[in-house]
């Protein structure tokens, strides 16, 4: 609302803050306007205790123009380009922050599952040939055609025979004749072992034989070492390869290396049933 009034306009104005009234109130907005004059008309509004707004109205030499500076606690104003980058590099920084430790946090989960499965893998393993070694029996499945002698126990660096005790999830139970074998798998090894009914020291061969079983495989290297009684009846160094096939040995150890180069833990099982035909000797050559 506006009125004139012998030259002197005044306007009520209502701003944030406050009401500001026309004329002499406790907040009002009054002015005078000039065409011509040094100073141009005054122009003065209060519109809350705390901000006051004043201003010069007016088309004189020296002041043309609306000028009103802002003061007080409840200013408003914006930001300055520097805080603007300012602000933008902290959030970037921030985020970059965020995003590696996401990164390296998902990286320690996943080297963890790798490392717990290959542990569960060798305790598989190990667990599975420590049993079948400790269950090995002095049975006879073959003979030996240089020597005549019942074959109970047969071992090279990369393969073993023997027979123990199948258990019932795997097949119908009763004597087993174990084959432990190293098989090439493009650059690397694989560990298999193939199960065969024994039956009156000989082998049955079955009408639908069953494949071998894969044990472990992305190998380096596999090797198998015996160990016997000496001459002097005292425990003797391991052998390569075990030359008294008719006797058990009384340990065995089981060594395995993965393709990246680390080492499973040694296995060594002793054969508590290495006495019943004897403990061979070790042969030294």
Same mark, same amino acid.
């Given at each position: 609302?506006?009125?004139?009034?012998?030259?002197?306009?005044?306007?009520?104005?209502?701003?944030?803050?406050?009401?500001?009234?026309?004329?002499?109130?406790?907040?009002?907005?009054?002015?005078?306007?000039?065409?011509?004059?040094?100073?141009?008309?005054?122009?003065?509004?209060?519109?809350?205790?705390?901000?006051?707004?004043?201003?010069?109205?007016?088309?004189?030499?020296?002041?043309?123009?609306?000028?009103?500076?802002?003061?007080?606690?409840?200013?408003?104003?914006?930001?300055?380009?520097?805080?603007?980058?300012?602000?933008?590099?902290?959030?970037?920084?921030?985020?970059?922050?965020?995003?590696?430790?996401?990164?390296?946090?998902?990286?320690?989960?996943?080297?963890?599952? &790798?490392?717990?499965?290959?542990? *569960?893998?060798? %305790?598989? !393993?190990?667990?599975?040939? =420590? $049993?079948?070694? /400790?269950?090995? @029996?002095?049975?006879?499945?073959?003979?030996?055609?240089?020597?005549?002698?019942?074959?109970?126990?047969?071992?090279?660096?990369?393969?073993?025979?023997?027979?123990?005790?199948?258990?019932?999830?795997?097949?119908?139970?009763?004597?087993?004749?174990?084959?432990?074998?190293?098989?090439?798998?493009?650059?690397?090894?694989?560990?298999?072992?193939?199960?065969?009914?024994?039956?009156?020291?000989?082998?049955?061969?079955?009408?639908?034989?069953? &494949?071998?079983?894969?044990?472990? *495989?992305?190998? %380096?290297? !596999?090797?198998?070492?015996? =160990? $016997?009684?000496? /001459?002097?009846? @005292?425990?003797?160094?391991?052998?390569?390869?075990?030359?008294?096939?008719?006797?058990?040995?009384?340990?065995?150890?089981?060594?395995?290396?993965?393709?990246?180069?680390?080492?499973?833990?040694?296995?060594?099982?002793?054969?508590?049933?290495?006495?019943?035909?004897?403990?061979?000797?070790?042969?030294?050559?």
């Amino acid at each position: 609302m506006s009125a004139e009034r012998g030259g002197l306009v005044e306007r009520a104005i209502r701003v944030p803050g406050g009401q500001l009234v026309a004329g002499g109130a406790e907040r009002g907005v009054c002015g005078r306007m000039q065409g011509a004059g040094r100073g141009g008309g005054a122009l003065a509004v209060v519109g809350h205790p705390e901000r006051v707004v004043r201003g010069r109205l007016g088309g004189g030499r020296r002041g043309g123009g609306l000028r009103i500076p802002v003061a007080g606690r409840g200013t408003l104003r914006g930001f300055t380009l520097i805080e603007v980058l300012l602000a933008t590099a902290l959030l970037a920084a921030g985020l970059a922050l965020a995003f590696a430790t996401l990164r390296a946090a998902t990286a320690a989960a996943t080297r963890g599952e &790798a490392i717990a499965a290959r542990s *569960e893998r060798m %305790r598989a !393993v190990e667990g599975f040939l =420590r $049993a079948r070694l /400790a269950a090995t @029996r002095p049975v006879a499945f073959a003979l030996d055609a240089d020597s005549g002698l019942a074959q109970r126990f047969s071992g090279e660096p990369d393969r073993m025979r023997f027979v123990a005790d199948l258990p019932d999830y795997l097949g119908h139970g009763g004597p087993y004749l174990h084959e432990l074998a190293l098989e090439r798998d493009g650059d690397a090894l694989r560990l298999t072992v193939a199960l065969t009914v024994v039956q009156g020291g000989e082998v049955v061969e079955e009408p639908d034989p069953r &494949a071998p079983e894969l044990l472990a *495989e992305g190998l %380096r290297m !596999v090797r198998f070492r015996y =160990r $016997a009684m000496d /001459a002097d009846n @005292r425990l003797g160094e391991w052998q390569e390869q075990w030359r008294t096939p008719e006797a058990l040995p009384l340990q065995v150890e089981i060594d395995l290396q993965d393709a990246d180069g680390r080492d499973w833990p040694p296995l060594v099982v002793a054969l508590p049933l290495a006495g019943s035909y004897g403990a061979a000797p070790e042969i030294v050559h």
